[in-house]
């Protein structure tokens, strides 16, 4: 029955078939569309990091995509939140150096994307340098932030740990405040230029930034590490504010992702970022970032490309849903299209030789009976002739084949019939003794009649 029903409806089947591909690949595309929203792991409020998440924000709401921002404690904890699949941040920025000596997958870089400077702000009464933070009390920013570490690691290079009087995990606006209100004495910040704390910092009175010494030396020991300039005056020329100019320390801000983040997502990433980082700045010139640095993580080859050769063509023609989507849609139907076609083409044919060849088996066997009736060389079983050509009359009878090969079904009947009659042909002009009873004679025009094709179809 199963049989009987493909063979009479295979066209419907096949189509069916196509169509359940097409649907099953459009479910497909749609499945595989990035998501709406995305989380970035920034840093505290008020510090440089959420200032241009908020930026990020705005971008990314242009093209349909909801940017989530999550506060943190800093660089470190936005390391460990693209460490864990399960804390929901797929985007965050990592000051470089964070991740030295750590072994970290799943995680890549999308590029360099500015200067994260170490600012050593302190009052104006104390000394500008670490041997006058003696018996001080000193914010070094709160736990899982990169600035504690660093400074930290710093203050135990340079042998001053132990001088420090008291050792405060402020956040960068928290220490801002309370180093200006004369709460604590100094404040480690890692942050950038724009930010409100620096701001409020630099514009307030009775508060200094430090220069660091031995600078180069410090580069050498921190390869990630680099000198920026802070040029006399650029607080305030008219009052001559700082009076020289200031070296500070600063390390490449990485923005980072986690490996699995749909590419469209990084692609449109790495446009917000030229939007945001190519400006120019106290300490980068216009155009200088993004760059690909694969400062401590890898880049990730969407990187690579965007870097190389820009955005892909359908995001820089088309919105950015319609471009992913007209994207996605090639991807997958394209090799459904050069895979099916051929196999559409190819159905048919492959039907027909089918049909075909359960009709050849009919002429394959024929043969071995003429054969055998020629065979002078061995007496003719008469009987057992008669039972092959009956045995392959019956089957030929049943046999259903569609209606577009009932010519080449009756033709396979005619030739039985004529093997029939040259059997009877070899038995009453050779030397085989013939018996009415023993072999059957050859049917009478009325039997042939009733068992043709036409009057079975009348039955």
């Known amino acids: ?98 991740a030295r000596g750590v072994k970290l997958s799943g995680i890549e870089s999308l590029g360099t994307v500015g200067y994260e400077p170490l600012w050593l702000f302190h009052r104006s009464e104390i000394a500008g340098n670490l041997r006058g933070l003696a018996g001080r009390r000193l914010s070094i920013g709160p736990e899982g932030s990169g600035a504690r570490a660093f400074a930290l690691d710093i203050l135990k290079r340079t042998k001053t740990e132990a001088t420090i009087g008291e050792l405060l995990g402020y956040s960068p606006q928290v220490a801002a405040e309370k180093l200006i209100a004369g709460e604590i004495d100094a404040a480690f910040i890692v942050t950038g230029w724009d930010s409100p704390a620096v701001q409020s910092l630099i514009n307030a009175k009775g508060v200094e930034v ?45 923005l980072a992702v986690r490996a699995d983040l749909h590419s469209a997502l990084q692609y449109l990433l790495l446009t917000a970022a030229m939007e945001v980082h190519s400006e120019s700045g106290v300490f980068q010139k216009a155009g200088e970032f993004p760059v690909a640095e694969s400062i401590d993580l890898p880049l990730s080859a969407e ?117 029939r009659s040259h059997l009877e042909s070899i038995l009453s002009n050779g030397n085989v003794p013939r018996d009415e009873n023993q072999f059957p004679s050859s049917p009478r025009r009325s039997d042939l009649s009733k068992g043709s094709p036409a009057n079975r179809r009348q039955g």
């Open 210 to 254: 430090a220069s660091f010494e031995r600078a180069d030396a410090l580069i050498v020991l921190y390869p990630f590490l680099t000198k920026l300039l802070l040029p006399r005056g650029i607080f305030d020329i008219a009052a001559d504010r700082p009076a020289s100019d200031v070296v500070l320390l600063g390390s490449r801000s990485i």
């Open 1 to 98: 029955m199963t049989w009987s029903l493909l063979q009479r409806y295979w066209p419907l089947f096949s189509v069916a078939a196509i169509l359940t591909l097409v649907v099953a690949a459009g479910v497909f595309v749609v499945a595989t569309l990035p998501p709406r929203t995305i989380v970035m792991a920034t840093g505290p409020e008020g510090g440089a990091n959420y200032e241009l998440g908020d930026r990020y924000r705005e971008f990314l709401a242009k093209s349909g995509v909801e940017l989530r921002l999550m506060p943190t404690a800093g660089s470190l904890e936005n390391l460990e939140l693209l460490r864990n699949s399960k804390s929901g941040v797929s985007v965050g920025l990592i000051k470089g150096g964070d």
């Open 303 to 419: 990187a690579w490309r965007f870097h190389k050769s820009g955005r892909p063509f359908l995001q820089e023609q088309l919105p950015f849903w319609f471009a992913v989507l007209i994207g996605r849609a090639l991807f997958v139907f394209v090799p459904l299209v050069a895979v099916a076609y051929p196999l559409v083409k190819f159905l048919p044919m492959m039907y027909d030789w089918i049909m075909r060849l359960r009709i050849q088996r009919f002429y394959r066997e024929m043969r071995s009976v003429e054969n055998a009736m020629e065979d002078k060389s061995q007496q003719l079983d008469a009987s057992a002739m008669t039972d092959k050509i009956d045995q392959l009359e019956q089957r030929a009878m049943r046999l259903r084949l569609p209606n577009a090969y009932d010519s080449s079904l009756y033709t396979v009947r005619v030739h039985i019939g004529l093997l």
